[in-house]
């Protein structure tokens, strides 16, 4: 982890687990979270194992451009990272182990800027591991965060977390880098350039 947002919340999410695997989600207090919330989700498992999203921060939808409650987690990847977004999310729901991701956003106006995702487990009402409790947050928000809609994420590393050691370590625990070479929808055309392995449109500011 490298955000202090992330930090935060994961102390949060290891004080209302005590000694369990996770925290129920009648743990959560919003109240005590709140300069956390826009930027915070909670996803659930359908009964035919798909994550979808039970709620969803005001900061995290006007990103996105959209209300997110009831869409599918997967729905804001890059087509081509989507599959892997959705088995790791359900991984850390049902297997009650936390993950970090590093992501690149890909804007409307196919600018890219990085960002940070926690997944956390907790459980439900029958006690079962089958939601997590989520946060975004971006580094250096650029000035068109908010004027243009992040259309994909790309995720280019993931770390999944040992609950039994001090956040201080969590920060050098090895990142796995994932490879990944997105499609673009139709209409992303006019002078393009290569960053990193996105593909990003000229024209206007840049950050």
């Known amino acids: 982890m490298r955000h202090k947002n992330s930090y935060e919340l994961f102390d949060y999410w290891t004080e209302k687990r005590g000694q369990r695997t996770a ?11 709140r300069t956390l919330l826009p930027h915070v989700f909670i996803c659930d ?11 969803a921060g005001t900061a995290l939808c006007a990103l996105h451009g959209k209300e997110l409650k009831g869409a599918a987690f997967s729905s804001l990847w890059l087509p081509d990272g989507a599959r892997h977004a959705a088995r790791t999310g359900a991984s850390v729901a049902t297997g009650a182990t936390p993950a970090v991701l590093s992501l690149d956003c890909l804007s409307s106006g196919g600018r890219v800027t990085k960002a940070e995702m926690l997944l956390l487990p907790i459980t439900g009402p029958s006690g ?3 939601r997590l409790i989520g946060l975004l947050s ?9 004027h243009e809609p992040i259309v994909g994420f790309s995720t280019t ?7 039994t050691r001090d956040p201080v370590f969590l920060a050098n625990r090895p990142e796995i880098p994932l490879q990944s070479k997105p499609t673009f929808a139709n209409g992303f055309n006019g002078n393009r350039k290569r960053v990193a392995h996105l593909t990003v449109l000229d024209g206007g500011r840049r950050d």
């Open 23 to 33: 925290p129920g989600r009648t743990d959560i207090e919003p109240a005590e979270i």
């Open 45 to 55: 498992l359908t009964a035919d194992g798909q994550l979808n999203f039970r709620l």
């Open 128 to 130: 079962r591991n089958d």
């Open 138 to 146: 971006m580094f250096n928000p650029p000035y068109w965060v908010g």
């Open 157 to 163: 590393g993931i770390r999944f977390l040992d609950q």
